[in-house]
């Protein structure tokens, strides 16, 4: 089992560093959010958009060995928590991976749809539940550490963060384009991903120690 | 007993809680997805979609289905690997990892044709038809491949290792076999009957996962009752 979960948190650390280079390259990128077909056909706009899906599907392999990690437990609170949060992260990646499957393909055949005021309905309804998914997974989860105590509370700080800062993420999606406030609001998801990039190296460092530990000889 | 010895059960215990709780999400994730498969196989004909049947609430409620289903099913699988960790070894630990990738990539699928292809219905009626973007179709085979690949790699402990009964494993294999019926009938013209035969494919598979969830759920129930101590014991 330690060989899985060790793989698991080495995964998480993986897709935190990818997701975090992929939101930060996307910021500065398309700020604001706002692209018309000839940007969503660039060559930038796909790679940073796969990226993004990359570092989050590996982060949703990751959270399972963040949970098992350690020798003391997350409690109810933190598996809710944990369950939210790898919800908001296959939101993510699917958001990442329409953006750069559907809008570049979009681009070339129907540009004019990008100018249309009335986007598909039920694709707020998505974001909606992600907002919800990542402040209530973020803030179960920086719970179950300050009382339990299993990780420095500074994580459990930075999730509290990211939680707060995810609505300035979204604020910045519907304000005019600028690149400071993009990269302001990105700090809501590049915080989650500091601490489960952190979680996940302390775990697969934990899980490597007690591999390392002699094991009973046969005699 | 000191305080670290009181804490193991307490996180033995949690683990088997969430370990349970994943396995039961595998075995609500397979009746949830069957029946989508099905409503699939009954609205959508052959390898295009007409603009009515894209705005058809049962094409969205058959997506909609599916996509709960797949996220159920990447809940579920590292509890079904957790369960029987040691009978799995690495040939099973890579083929639920590969699974894991297919379930996600059916879910943005599906969640891609309940959210866009009704907009795309109203908006630009003539793209419906279209086969899509490349690289939606790269993506669409990627999953494919994943989950022949984790069906085979996910059954050769079973039926080496008796990690479960062997009619779990026999129905992997006879659902990576179907596999190509199923891609047939689904780049072919419409003809329901073997869209039904090739749909028998995910069907077994789901049915192995949901039995595997189903077992698992079980044992770990069995293995927490049997670690609490009875009140006659505590006294």
């Known amino acids: 089992m330690s060989n899985a979960v060790r793989l698991s948190c080495w995964s998480a650390v993986v897709g935190a560093a990818i997701s975090t280079i992929a939101i930060l390259a996307f910021s500065v990128y398309v700020p604001g959010h706002a692209f018309d077909g000839a940007k969503a056909q660039s060559a930038g706009f796909i790679v940073i958009n796969i990226a993004g899906a990359t570092g989050m599907t590996l982060l949703v392999y990751g959270l399972p060995g963040v949970f098992a990690r350690g020798r003391e437990g997350w409690g109810g609170l933190g598996l809710a928590g944990i369950a939210l949060i790898a919800l908001a992260e296959m939101i993510f990646g699917f958001i990442s991976l329409m953006a750069a499957t559907l809008y570049s393909w979009l681009g070339s055949v129907a540009p004019d749809l990008f100018k249309d005021p009335n986007p598909a309905p039920l694709v707020s309804l998505v974001f909606m539940i992600w907002l919800v998914a990542i402040i209530a997974g973020n803030v179960l989860m920086a719970t179950a550490i300050f009382r339990r105590r299993f990780a420095p509370r500074w994580v459990g700080f930075v999730q509290i963060g990211s939680a707060v800062m995810s609505l300035v993420y979204l604020a910045a999606a519907l304000t005019p384009p600028s690149v400071p406030v993009s990269l302001v609001g990105s700090l ?32 | 007993m000191s305080e670290q010895n009181k804490a193991q059960p307490a996180r033995q215990r949690e683990r088997s809680t969430a370990v349970r709780l994943s396995c039961w999400s595998a075995v609500v994730a397979a009746p949830i997805t069957i029946i989508a498969v099905l409503i699939t196989v009954f609205t959508v004909s052959g390898p295009t979609l007409d603009v009515n049947t894209a705005q058809s609430p049962a094409f969205v409620a058959a997506n909609l289905l599916s996509t709960v289903g797949a996220l159920l099913l990447v809940y579920g699988l590292p509890g079904v690997f957790a369960r029987w960790h040691e009978g799995w070894g690495r040939t099973g630990l890579v083929g639920i990892a590969l699974l894991s990738l297919a379930a996600l990539i059916l879910s943005f699928v599906s969640l891609l044709a309940a959210l866009i292809d009704p907009w795309l219905a109203e908006k630009a009626p003539q793209l419906v038809k279209d086969p899509g973007p490349p690289l939606f179709l790269a993506i669409s085979f990627t999953s494919l491949a994943a989950l022949s690949a984790g069906t085979i790699l996910m059954a050769i402990p079973i039926l080496r290792r008796r990690v479960s009964p062997r009619w779990i494993g026999f129905l992997l294999v006879a659902s990576a076999v179907m596999y190509p019926v199923y891609v047939y009938a689904a780049f072919s013209s419409s003809k329901v009957l073997l869209s039904l035969v090739g749909s028998l494919s995910p069907i077994c598979f789901l049915v192995a996962v949901g039995s595997l969830g189903y077992s698992g759920a079980s044992e770990t129930r069995t293995a927490r009752t049997e670690s609490m101590p009875s009140t006659a014991q505590r006294a």
């Open chain 1, 188 to 219: 809501g998801p590049i915080l989650l991903c500091v601490a489960l990039g952190y979680l996940g190296y302390t775990g697969a460092s934990e899980t490597r120690a007690i591999r390392a530990e002699p094991a009973p000889s046969m005699a």
